[in-house]
Nanobody, 124 residues
């Protein structure tokens, strides 16, 4: 059974940091990504990583503040989030797919596997 399990969310004040983890089991993925969904909004791309060589992409809104990384030995992906602000409040989901495509990495619909999500709440 393939599973993606996120952890690390929580309630923090603006300016603080959090580190999210996404542990995969049941298979490995060549591409993994982080997406987020705020209340009343569509699921939005945050960051993606090519698990083979570490190539990354970021949404403009998080570039310079968030860092995506992976540990292939643990089949785990991370999202280090610094300088959090109120607009970062959302449920964060990790996703995996078999193939890396720099063109499609930002598209939620191409990912076949999703975690259950972890809540990140930033108080102003």
């Amino acid at each position: 059974q393939v599973q993606l399990v996120e952890s690390g969310g929580g309630l923090v004040q603006a300016g603080a940091s959090l580190r999210l983890s996404c542990a995969a089991s049941g298979r490995t993925f060549n591409a993994m990504g982080w997406f987020r969904q705020a209340p009343g909004k569509e699921r939005a791309f945050v960051a993606a990583i090519y698990m083979t060589d570490g190539n990354t992409q970021y949404a403009d809104s998080v570039k310079g503040r968030f860092t995506i990384s992976r540990d292939n030995a643990k089949n785990t992906m991370y999202l280090q989030m610094n300088s959090l602000n109120f607009e970062d409040t959302a449920v964060y989901y990790c996703a995996g797919r078999a193939n890396w495509s720099p063109i499609l990495a930002r598209v939620p619909g191409v990912y076949g596997y999703w975690g259950q999500g972890t809540q990140v709440t930033v108080s102003s």
